[in-house]
């Protein structure tokens, strides 16, 4: 479970002003809002990516700020993170890169036989083929491959939580669908709680239990996809029409 209590968090602005959500256990769940409301910065506040001003995340009940001693080591080893553009290292090839995803004191007591066992499992999770893929550089990959990777490195540490920040975003329609429907398989498959950051509503609204959505540095909204379309909130349904005449552009839909 996470919970997220009365997060602030400003830069030269304020982004977050007083986030209080609540995920639960082996939960789906999407957090939707427009553009620069700090959902990627509240997901990283999550295990200390972004520090919040004030405020608290607590992970399975433990503080992550205020948990002492290893509290955010802790934090960190039940959580996978897929960063928004993959976030691979360009001059390290895809074993390293997934072997990466691994804690560095595990990393150091494993034999390397181990290790090639857990690298080539995730990437053959994530629909890569392990053979083709290893030795190659992150250039050599398309868009969606890079991704891939990017989650099978989020994967290999066998996380209880999973962080999806913008995982579809510039995919094509195809990919997009494809990292969907893994999203889904891998929060069945491994038991995961999942958080998505996402702007394809339709998607997130399609694959997850419950959604939330940002405005102004708070949360607007948090209910079931059910409840999200039928909201009654002006700022909740203004956001869907302007994300329904996007998609629309997007794939060419007379408006
Ligand atoms: N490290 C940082 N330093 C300064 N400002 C930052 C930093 N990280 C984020 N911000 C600012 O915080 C605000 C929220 O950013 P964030 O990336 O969380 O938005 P978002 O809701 O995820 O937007 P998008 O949907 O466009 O990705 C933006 O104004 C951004 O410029």
């Given at each position: 479970m996470i919970e997220y209590r009365q997060v602030h968090k400003r830069f030269d602005h304020p982004v977050l002003a007083g986030v209080d959500l609540t995920v639960e256990s082996g939960e789906m769940f999407a957090l939707f809002g427009p553009s620069g409301t700090g959902k990627s910065v509240l997901l990283k506040t999550t295990i200390a990516l972004v520090t919040p001003d004030r405020g608290d995340v607590r992970i399975d009940g433990e503080?992550?700020?205020?948990?002492?001693?290893?509290a955010l080591e802790r934090a960190r080893r039940k959580v996978g993170y897929v960063f928004q553009n993959a976030?691979?290292?360009?001059?390290?090839n895809v074993f390293d890169n997934v072997g990466m995803g691994i804690p560095e004191d595990q990393l150091k007591r494993m034999p390397r036989m181990e290790l090639a066992r857990r690298v080539w499992n995730a990437l053959e999770l994530v629909n890569l083929e392990p053979d083709e893929v290893?030795?190659?550089?992150?250039?050599?990959?398309?868009g969606g491959m890079r991704k891939r990777v990017g989650i099978a490195r989020a994967i290999i540490g066998r996380p209880e939580i999973l962080l999806w920040d913008?995982?579809?975003?510039?995919?094509?329609p195809i990919n997009t669908a494809a990292v969907e429907r893994l999203i889904v398989r891998l929060s069945d498959n491994l038991e995961v709680t999942s958080l998505v950051v996402t702007h394809d509503i339709e998607g997130g609204l399609l694959i997850c239990d419950r959604v939330a959505m940002l405005d102004a540095g708070r949360l607007r909204f948090c209910g079931t996809p059910d409840e999200f379309r039928r909201s009654d909130d002006p700022v909740v349904q203004a956001f869907q029409d302007r994300a329904a005449a996007e998609r629309a552009l997007d794939i060419g839909e007379p408006r």
């Amino acid at each position: 479970m996470i919970e997220y209590r009365q997060v602030h968090k400003r830069f030269d602005h304020p982004v977050l002003a007083g986030v209080d959500l609540t995920v639960e256990s082996g939960e789906m769940f999407a957090l939707f809002g427009p553009s620069g409301t700090g959902k990627s910065v509240l997901l990283k506040t999550t295990i200390a990516l972004v520090t919040p001003d004030r405020g608290d995340v607590r992970i399975d009940g433990e503080s992550v700020y205020y948990g002492g001693d290893g509290a955010l080591e802790r934090a960190r080893r039940k959580v996978g993170y897929v960063f928004q553009n993959a976030a691979l290292f360009d001059s390290f090839n895809v074993f390293d890169n997934v072997g990466m995803g691994i804690p560095e004191d595990q990393l150091k007591r494993m034999p390397r036989m181990e290790l090639a066992r857990r690298v080539w499992n995730a990437l053959e999770l994530v629909n890569l083929e392990p053979d083709e893929v290893l030795s190659k550089i992150p250039s050599e990959l398309s868009g969606g491959m890079r991704k891939r990777v990017g989650i099978a490195r989020a994967i290999i540490g066998r996380p209880e939580i999973l962080l999806w920040d913008e995982p579809t975003t510039g995919l094509d329609p195809i990919n997009t669908a494809a990292v969907e429907r893994l999203i889904v398989r891998l929060s069945d498959n491994l038991e995961v709680t999942s958080l998505v950051v996402t702007h394809d509503i339709e998607g997130g609204l399609l694959i997850c239990d419950r959604v939330a959505m940002l405005d102004a540095g708070r949360l607007r909204f948090c209910g079931t996809p059910d409840e999200f379309r039928r909201s009654d909130d002006p700022v909740v349904q203004a956001f869907q029409d302007r994300a329904a005449a996007e998609r629309a552009l997007d794939i060419g839909e007379p408006r």
